[in-house]
């Protein structure tokens, strides 16, 4: 019982997982004929996006608003196998796809071909950049978001934006790698060089400079080919549309208690507050009067003291000198008679 509910744990965290990995990090996209100086702003969680390209003597724009969070989970991500690669970049800017199937529509006399061709004006209108110098790596392959972001890429950046975009569409792709070089192919009704594998015909689609249009191969890749990797087709459904909303059944409003007033009755009899009792309060006098006696006791003896002393040796003093006096009177005295007595003895 346990294994099996931790079973299904495991494979709804799967789930979850690949749900939101599938989610759409365009968050939204539009194309519009003519030059549009409007610029999706930057904020703390999206990056805005402005291009401006050309199409058979006509002017688009398209703006788009890129999740930051999204963007940046890629940073450790693998970037060996560019199949991989492409079926990521397939589901993660689905928009911008679904936007140019809503271009398609606005456009009903163009063909297979021009549908395609218009894909890759706008892959080729971003600039040609070399991966030792905007990510100091040598072939350093990035995920189709990261290409839009940057602005720009090499050869393998391009080809996996634009086949991304074709087999999101729908397309027969295929990757065809020449001599330092890297393209698309595409099967289908179109006109120009093509390259057959395994009975199918992939026709030659330039994804760097401008001006390539599908079946063109520029002189300087030559018909050299090393390898054709076919692509699975596989065409992205339409958006999902919002979940309906059910409105809540309409709910009766209960009606409010009625409030039962009480019966009256004679008001009770509060109890008169408690009185200290006489004999509590009677010894805190006692002990507040002998407090002040003792007080007063301290500050007399404290003043008297040094009043008695004082007094004291001044008796003592006055003692003192009249006990001098006398015995000075005495002296005189004894020394008169003892003279006198001589005095006589000697006569």
Known sequence: ??????????????????NSFAEDALSSVQIMEGINQQRPPNTRKTIGRRYVWNFRGKHYTVLMTIDLERYNSYSGKERYDIPKLVEEG??????????????????????????????????????????DVTT?????????IETLIEGGGDCEDTTILVAA????????????????HIAIGVSGNFTGTSLTYNDTKYYYCETTGTGWAVGVLPASVGKTVDAIVP????????????????????VRPTPAP???????????????PEKPKPEKQAST???????????IIFILV????PIVYLVYRFILAERDNHRQDGDAEYEDTFDSTDSSSTSALDK
């Open 90 to 131: 397939r589901t993660t800017i689905g928009n911008l796809t679904r936007e140019f199937q809503r271009t398609f529509k606005q456009h009903r006399g163009w063909s297979k071909q021009d549908g395609v061709d218009f894909v890759l004006s706008f892959v080729q209108s971003l600039p040609y950049t070399l991966d």
């Open 231 to 250: 692509l699975t087709p596989s065409k992205l459904g339409p958006a999902p549309k919002p979940d309906k909303v059910t409105a809540p059944a309409p």
């Open 1 to 18: 019982m346990y294994i099996k509910s931790l079973i299904a744990l495991l494979l709804s965290s799967l789930l979850i997982s690949a």
């Open 165 to 180: 975009i074709l087999r999101g569409l729908g397309e027969s792709t295929a990757l065809i790698f020449t001599p330092g």
């Open 285 to 295: 006098d006692s002990n507040n009067v002998v407090g002040s006696v003792i007080a």
């Open 136 to 144: 100091g790596y040598d072939e350093f392959r990035r995920y189709a």
């Open 302 to 305: 404290g003043i008297g003291a």
């Open 258 to 272: 009625k409030i039962t007033e009480p019966t009256p009755q004679t008001p009770p009899i509060k109890p008169a």
